[in-house]
């Protein structure tokens, strides 16, 4: 059914909010528009296309119920749905995609209770092993350019650096206590 489909970032972001619970096209939007997934895309111009994909993928259907205007009948994440996404969620990770889209970590946190506490762990630990990898590349070539970058740029690479060690610490802190990852 998907094997030979991608999915976007999107698709995950609807998969996981309707494995939550039934939603409208309209109510999707508004979800997505008040959190910091907004910044994945709120506009009904992707969120539509995206439904309609993830439905001809059986990944999601339509409830039987109606969600208040006669006619519109909210959308609910299938078994497929729910599988297909917490296998991303367990999913290899690219650390230069952290680097250059951290809202994909972000999203799959949003719904790593989704999958066992076990699974929960290996996420964080190949998060960390990603962000210890990007930090030591980044920190070998902030020192090999020895001080040729401009004030602006310095500064710009001083900032990703500091937040990406900040991340780091944190990741590091929860993969050491797991029972906050049951917590979930």
Known sequence: ????????TLNYLLLGLLSRRPGTGYQLCRT???????????????????????????????????????????FVATAAGVRALE????????????VKNP??????LSFIDLVDVGQRQR????????????VSNLSA???????????????AFDLALTMLKAQLKWAQ????KP??????
Not at 88 to 96: K, L, T
Not at 173 to 176: G, H, R, S
Request: overall charge negative.
């Open 141 to 155: 070539f902030l020192e090999g350019t020895n001080g040729a970058l401009a004030d602006g740029g310095a500064m």
């Open 103 to 108: 809202s994909l970590m972000l999203l799959r």
């Open 87 to 98: 296998g991303w969620i367990v999913g290899p990770m690219d650390p230069s995609a952290m």
């Open 32 to 74: 997505i528009e008040q959190t910091p997934m907004a910044l994945l895309s709120d506009s009904p111009g992707a969120i539509y296309p995206a439904l309609n994909k993830l439905a001809r993928l059986h990944l999601i259907e339509k409830t039987e119920q109606e969600s208040g205007r006669k006619g519109i009948h909210p």
């Open 123 to 134: 996420v964080m630990e190949q998060y960390v092993t990603g962000l210890t990898q990007t």
């Open 1 to 8: 059914m998907i094997e030979n489909t991608r999915l976007s």
């Open 179 to 184: 029972a906050e990852l049951d917590g979930c």
């Open 173 to 176: 802190q929860k993969t050491k």
